[in-house]
């Protein structure tokens, strides 16, 4: 519906440089079946990223870019932490505002959009590491819940705090050693999904992105449960391959060998965001 | 109703015709009412085409809070809710004013402390958010009394800070507050400041225009910075994020940016002058040589002292009151302490923060001896009769 916004005032065409001629021309905005499917073919939303080489964050980000049904009509609200550094390449509507508040943020932002336009679809999505989402931002990101905000929560677990150059998070599994744990962790990775169910979430997935295509269906499902129904929550593992001494390559072999074990593929579905899937799949739209 | 513009509007969501500014703070017919600063508080927001407001708990500002809930209820405000702390009802009055919407929350003492981290935000995504704070005082030891310590944290954070001495003030301040703040060209928060129970909590007679009519509604796309609707392009579409970069564009860019908050305060002169009727107001003989400098209740209480100097002791003084504090409006200041030899700053804090300014302001500019007395804060009161003790135990040593 706001693609328009994308499209570029011919008399200034010449002077706009290729990769905004080629979101307009060559991108799958204004389509909600795109996909990762499109990625080898169409221009992506994120133009280059400043992450390490490797990194499996930069894929993610990309097969979310590539998932999300209306990303004309979608707002991320993102944290600090290593997926900041991406978002000013992003060709989306963002904010970043503080570490830590991207559920409160989002809060706000949605609710006046709804009072707004009460008949647009306008998609709000957080996307934040684990340190944001579990540790710093838990009261605000369990809040968001408990108020049945309509918005999707994304976390990009890496299990540290990358960014700040390898901490022990709420997420590290216990027994690691990271920086502030010189001994290891002390206590248990925390269940943030099963957090996210036992507040009221309506859709939570928990997942490595070793496979895009599974990343997808999760995102899609993620935002419509959000849209029409509640909050949502989707728990990737996306290895910090830089904290655990893992080579650019490595990422794909290290998310495949935790979808065995503690990122096993895990989904819950309230009735009624089963509902919601089931008649989006009708219309063809996952 | 944001999402017209003014021109095509003629009543609000509220079903409120829309009058100019000008009108509803200078012209509309006036009633007296009888009111607490907290209610004051519900009058002007029920006037100000209100999209949104949070609200969190905390004495002396609940009532206030809860005041605006139910105008939310009577369909004069659009979005409520109550927040799970003052930090996150800060960050989520920042997604309400970023997707477009004129925005209020209150808070006090260690709310505001609590929530502080958001106030530069504020400043540097430039959204015109209002807080009304009732100031009290912040921890240790506990207490939910007046005192105004927490004014001297926020004086730099990029946001205006303005005073309001009592309700009537307050009522003005808020719809002028709204309107100074969203000029394109000053498009910063306004911190609207009371002090706690003084004004929160006592009743006094208030003159208010009539409750069918409005300020004309906050239209976002004449903001500097995009409005997060998606109805503009992407405006954090940058290819290089230069600001998060070790080097020195990035470096140069975030100072400026600063720069250009601080100058965006500076802006606001002309507007807040005119909606305020000048940045202070003088009480008193105008020529006096004992001048009291001081905003809020510390202004009022030293009016009742330049009374008592004058009547009991035949001693002629002034009061300068400072209606706002962020613009300083140091060029004011400077010509109304022409002729003093003595400038007594009274305050509600123990540090004496408001001295500080005063010191600095002047610093070249007045001989004048400049005494940081009386000092009161934790609750404690200020009454005229010490001021004049003050100023007599002053003027007699020297
Ligand atoms: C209030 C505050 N505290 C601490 C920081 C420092 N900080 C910036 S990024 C970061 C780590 C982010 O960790 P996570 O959310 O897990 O994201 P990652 O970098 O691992 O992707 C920290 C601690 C900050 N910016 N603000
Ligand atoms: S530090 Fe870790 S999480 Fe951050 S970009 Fe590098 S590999 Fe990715
Ligand atoms: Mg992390």
Redesign the pocket.
Known sequence: MSFKVYQINPELKDVMPQEIIDLEEKSTLNNPKRGVMDLPFYKELIEEHS??A?????AALRYIMASLPNPEDTIIVNST??TS?VFPHIAMHTVHSLFGNQNAVASGIKRVLEYRYPDRVKDVVVLA?DGATVDIGLDCTLQSFFRQEKITTIC?D?E?Y??TG?QESGMTPKGHVFKMAPKGKQFEKVPMWQLAIDSGCKYVARLTVSSPKRVESVIKKAVYVARYLGPTYVHLY??????IGLNSDQ?LEEMRARDKERFEFFEYITPEAQEVIDRVKAEGLL | MSNLTTSEVKVNKSGQRIVSPDYLLFEAPREKFFMTGSEAVKEAVKRASVDASVSYPITPQSEAAHLIGELWVEGYVGVYFRGESEFGVMSEVAGCAMAGARTITTTSGPGTLRAFENFPMWAGTRIPVQLVLMARGVNSPLSIQPDNLEVGFLLDTGCMIWYAENAQDLFDMILAGFVVAEKPAVHVPVITVVDGFFVSHTREAIMIPPDDIALPPYDPTKAPMPVIDLEVPPGRFLRDPFVMKSNYISYATHASWQFEVRAAIERSRPYAKHYLRGLIEEFGNPEAEIVFVAAGTAASQAKEAVRLLKDEEGIEAKVVKLKTLRPFPYEELRASVKNAKYIFVPEFNVVGWMEREITKWLYGYSNATIIGAPRVAGGMTMPAEVIVKEVLNYVKES
């Open positions: 992450l390490c490797g990194c499996p964050e930069a932490g290593c550094l590491g990009f890496n540290v990358a960014n390898g996306t290895p910090c391959i830089l904290e990422g």
